[in-house]
DNA sequence: TTCCACCTGGACCCATGGGTGGACGTACAG
DNA sequence: CTGTACGTCCACCCATGGGTCCAGGTGGAA
């Protein structure tokens, strides 16, 4: 990762996008970073993959909506046939699916298309670096789908519950009824009835559903 | 995001370690770059926030493990405090509860102590613009926990469900009673139940448990 | 117009859930 | 030894949930 100079040669770039009104003046004003030579346009994944194979390529510029093959499944191929060519997306879509999907193909980085050139720039040479840069917004909602399942356990939840009541609690978040609890406890459903209501007076819980979430919460799944 | 010029000024920069073995060092290496400009040493939350306050500063580059104050606290309150200032973490442990409470109290990078020079300079440029760098790994790990929970919203409920039972369940996977939701929906508890059946049959769900959970899964907080 | 999907509502039944109070044994700390 | 916390269990009560069947009204599509 850490290279012992900033620019052994000049980042090979391909811009990637359907549109030819955004991806020559894109390819254009890249072109003026002095490290940043680009060697290819591409305007769907088909010919992404093509020019990559021709030539070793640091970084590709992905937009996301592409025809033929579109800019998911263009990263999903590269990450896994050219592992060291980083893909940047550069999309107008922040959404929680297009985001989670392209990082999950392999996506060095996520910007939107409200970024200015030396953020373009940037994201370009961390990626080729092998560090991730991402949108502000695009970070915040990733995390914001990670918070929905905090994994910092037990965190919620008070601390004075028993080994038993936490144990039933996080069945009861599987969404078992008290009769399958108390099979799996080998208890009787009297004594599940009595840990559910212990914990719920403890833990301020209202009724199943609220028990449901709670445990999840909580991480207890 | 984009600003017209890369270095309107030079980029005030506190260094943030406990050992001052780390410190020194890396504030003497960035002091290197032109456009940085160190304004402070600090070795514990406590003068983190104290120096931050005395004047603007643009990134702050903070080691976790620090007394007094810990890393993950002292990025929490200056992103309420001084939410302009950023944060960038740097330091040896890449868990999966640090990068995420991390991220969470409002980090806008996050390095581990392999980063080279160049590595942390383009991180703190990059936040100093807003955007948020991760190292490699740092990334694949939180990616990681988000794929545990997919949460991509209505993928695991079928389509063919009325936009009424959508919003019933809604309501449901927020621990709320038929009542409640009737009174909510401006319907009668009937007609809840009605609804109910019919979602629950659609949707293959056995109980309100089970309808708490698939609705979380589904996005439908 | 006829048909169908959807939202609405009511009646009924019974299983489950949740609340209360009490009881017994064990294990551990005072 | 005695109190306390915990886990186990029972009986009782009734509110809620969930299933079934039915039915009226609306709006759009065939």
Redesign the pocket.
């Known amino acids: 990762m850490s290279e012992p100079t900033e620019k052994p040669q000049r980042l090979k770039v391909i811009v990637a996008d359907d549109q030819a009104a955004v991806r020559e003046p894109l390819a254009a004003v890249l072109a003026l970073s002095e490290d940043i030579e680009v060697v290819a346009a591409a305007a769907d994944g088909t010919e992404v993959l093509a020019a990559v194979a021709g030539a070793s390529v640091d970084v590709v510029l992905m937009d996301l909506r592409m025809p033929e093959m579109d800019g998911i499944e263009a990263t999903r191929r590269l990450s896994e046939e050219h592992p060291e060519t980083a893909v940047v997306v550069l999309t107008t879509f922040a959404d929680d699916d297009s985001i989670l999907a392209a990082l999950s193909a392999g996506a060095r980085g996520y910007l939107t298309k409200n970024a200015g050139r030396q953020d373009i720039v940037r994201a370009i040479r961390a990626a080729a670096a092998g560090q991730s840069v991402l949108d502000r917004e695009v970070q915040d909602r990733l995390l914001a789908t990670v918070r929905t399942r905090p994994s910092s356990p037990g965190q919620s939840l008070p601390a004075?519950l028993?080994?038993?009541?936490r144990e039933v609690l996080t069945l009861?978040g599987q969404g078992l009824?008290?009769?399958a609890i108390?099979q799996q406890?080998?208890?009787?459903?009297?004594?599940v009835?009595?840990?559910?209501?212990n914990l719920?007076?403890k833990a301020d819980i209202?009724?199943?559903?609220d028990?449901v979430r709670r445990a999840l919460a909580a991480g207890l799944a």
């Open positions: 004075d028993t080994p038993r009541e009861i009824p008290n009769r108390a406890l080998f208890i009787s459903e009297a004594t009835k009595t840990h559910i209501n719920f007076a209202r009724d199943r559903a028990a």
